[in-house]
């Protein structure tokens, strides 16, 4: 639409506007002849008109009407053939002189307002409507070409220079091609410079490397990196901030050591790392295990003087980054288990002192955790201790870091819901606690867990239940030449369990008895399972399992004297594992076996004792001592055997326990 008809439009409302206050002022009148002033609502009501009830009762009210549909519905209430050409000013000035005469007459005077309250809206829309009608006459009067034309002012012709716009044009083409030669004359100048040193390290290219290891976001004009464990699920307060900066070109260099040196110098890096004070240095984890007896202070001195390395500031990004993160993670690691020593209720209180944490594993043995972190800001290093073996377990290390990882790995890895509507977090038996009806025992034993200074105390206990174990195992093999005693490791093994295998047998007679027990290996307490399904259950002291051992030996060869006289063709009469007779043994109980030969004149007894050995003893038949008489008078009763006699088991020939014996029933064995 064309703003001659915008205007025409315009004018047309302007002047709906002001013949509607003209017939209101009409209708109304001076204010002055009326005796007391009435309020005149000019807004529409908030309410809208019902317009329909449905039958559940609901209310439809009609929608609000628009300002365009407001103003002609007022527009319809007017009379126009009534309204009046003369000016309102003058109506209102003889309205003002009669209402004065009569108000004379009154004996109420009220003071009104000579004015009319929308007189001043009225004014500015008649001003804007002249405005606007002398706005569109100024626009038909320039678009009609029969009210006024408009000529363009004549100017004179520029002289036009044809050598002018070339020598511009050619200043212009000199200048971009300045610029073109400078940046090939540096271009070039870079790529000589790079052919006569490859080796030199760009900014951006070492940048990114970085941001391909670790973390970098850029924060106004520096670059920060962060070299926490936070994105893998570690919880310490501590940042691991570390700023990135580039290298200055004019650093300073250490001479050569010789001015014929013909090797070419290494090449810096163009990246310079900044990390915090505090995650400077050296740093690392140590668990010694010592007995009570021991001088724990030489241990104090060991841990504050074992790292010496100092700060180097040529040291490259990625080692002198890694460095620092082992340093954040080996505090992390032990401001957890401080914390942890603090909060557990041991029997023997755990103390941590400094930079070391004491616990109690067993009894007369304690584990030392201690944190070592040197930042090498001593300028003269403290004189080297004299060497010492070191006896820091580096299993218990390594279980250390094994466990916080796990914890970091827990933190990130829940696991999925059943079903896959339930909530994110807890465990798949916790889920199953309501349709299998756990009780409060089952609830709470789901809800304990093991802190990470438990679990390094138990790997410790076990470890040194394994080592009492293999002592006494390699010290009975030592021991004992007959039987031998082989022990068999299971190599699939727990931290806090492991399982040794016990063979006992004799040499050259392995096929004919072979004793086996396994002994499980706990945290404070072995378990034994016997030949014959026995369970036993022993303490952490070692002379248990010694006495088990020694018990489980001379059992043994009672049993390989047994099956070698089945192959003898021996007779076996009879066995007692608990043998009454004879001295009380002060360790376990003595057993004995009686066996006669295949004719049955000769009777072999075997006895042992855990403290004396192996005794043996023969009785042959008929006795040579027998001489029948009046109460005896039958020869048949001289083959019950004679008395036994001990054989001196020592001057016997043999390898062994039973190739003596084997040896002794061939001699006896009558043809």
Not at 9 to 25: E, G, H, K, R, S
Not at 241 to 250: I, L, P, Q, R, S
Not at 589 to 609: H, K, Q
Request: hydrophobic share 35%; glycine share 4%; aromatic share 6%.
């Amino acid at each position: 639409m064309c703003c001659a008809c915008l205007l025409s439009t315009l004018n047309l409302q302007l002047t709906l506007v002001l013949t509607v206050f003209d017939c209101a002022f009409k209708r109304i009148g001076h204010p002055a002849e009326m005796a007391y002033s009435v309020n005149i609502a000019v807004e529409a009501p908030i309410e809208n008109q019902i317009q329909e009830i449905t039958y559940d009762g609901q209310e439809i009210y009609q929608s609000p009407l628009s300002m365009s549909e407001n103003l002609s519905k007022l527009a319809q209430k007017i009379d126009f053939s009534k309204a009046l050409t003369e000016d309102i000013k003058k109506e209102i000035a003889d309205q003002s002189d009669k209402s004065d005469d009569e108000s004379a007459a009154k004996d109420v005077i009220t003071y009104q307002s000579s004015l009319w309250p929308w007189d001043s809206v009225r004014n500015k829309l008649r001003n804007a409507l002249t405005e606007v009608c002398v706005f569109a006459d100024v626009l038909a009067i320039a678009k009609e070409k029969r009210y006024l034309v408009l000529d363009p002012v004549p100017q004179e012709p520029q002289e036009v220079k044809p050598m002018v716009q070339v020598f511009a044009r050619k200043k212009a083409l000199a200048g971009a091609a300045s610029v073109l030669l400078n940046g090939a004359e540096r271009l070039r100048t870079c790529h000589n410079e790079m052919a006569r040193n490859r080796n030199t390290p760009d900014f951006h290219i070492e940048l990114l490397r970085l941001r391909q290891n670790w973390r970098l976001k850029k924060v106004s004009n520096s670059i920060i990196g962060d070299l926490s464990y936070r994105t893998a699920g570690s919880k310490y307060a501590q940042t691991g901030m570390f700023e990135v900066t580039k290298a200055e070109e004019d650093s300073p260099t250490s001479p050569p050591s010789s001015p014929t040196a013909a090797t070419p110098p290494k090449p810096g890096s163009a990246l310079r790392v900044t990390v915090p004070s505090e995650l400077q240095g050296v740093a690392y984890i140590e668990v010694l295990c010592q007995k009570d007896q021991e001088d724990l202070c030489s241990s104090t001195i060991n841990l504050l003087g074992s790292g010496t390395t100092s700060t180097n500031p040529d040291v490259h990004w990625q080692q002198k980054l890694e460095a620092a993160q082992n340093v954040l993670f080996c505090k992390e690691l032990f401001n957890q288990l401080a914390k942890e020593a603090v909060q557990l209720q041991a029997p023997i209180p755990h103390m941590v002192v400094g930079n070391q944490i004491m616990a109690t594993v067993l009894p007369g043995i304690q584990l030392i955790i201690g944190l070592c972190h040197s930042t090498g800001s001593d300028k003269k290093p403290p004189p080297a201790p004299p060497p010492q073996k070191s006896d820091h377990d580096h299993v218990l290390e390594h279980s250390l870091h094994q466990l916080l990882r796990e914890v970091h790995h827990r933190n990130t890895h829940h696991p999925f819901p059943h079903p896959a509507s339930g909530a994110i977090g807890p465990s798949k038996k916790r889920c199953l606690a309501g349709p299998m009806a756990a009780d409060r025992y089952d609830l709470l034993q789901m809800t304990q867990g093991q802190t990470l200074l438990e679990q390094i105390i138990q790997q410790a206990q076990h470890f040194f239940m394994r080592l009492r174990t293999e002592y006494v195992l390699d010290t009975i093999a030592k021991e004992v030449k007959d039987p031998l005693i082989v022990s068999h490791w299971n190599a699939l093994n727990s931290p806090t369990q492991s399982c040794v295998k016990i063979n006992i047998m004799t040499h050259g007679y392995d096929t004919v008895c072979r004793t086996s027990l396994v002994v499980h290996v706990g945290e404070k307490s072995l378990k034994c399972v016997c030949r014959d399904g026995r369970v036993m259950h022993m303490s952490y002291e070692p002379q248990e399992l010694r006495d088990l051992i020694f018990c489980q030996i001379y059992q043994h060869q009672i049993n390989a004297v047994q099956a070698l006289a089945k192959c003898m063709g021996w007779q076996f009469l009879a066995n007692s594992a608990h043998l009454g007779i004879g001295a009380v043994e002060p360790l376990g109980n003595a057993s004995s076996c009686i066996l006669a030969s295949p004719t049955g004149d000769r009777i072999i007894a075997v006895r042992c004792e855990p403290q004396t050995g192996v005794q043996v003893a023969i009785a042959q038949s008929p006795r040579k001592d027998f001489f029948p008489g009046q109460l005896v008078k039958e020869r048949k009763w001289e083959n019950l055997g004679g008395s036994f006699k001990e054989v001196r088991w020592d001057k016997m020939e043999g390898k062994n326990f039973l190739n003596k014996m084997e040896l002794l029933m061939a001699s006896l064995t009558s043809s």
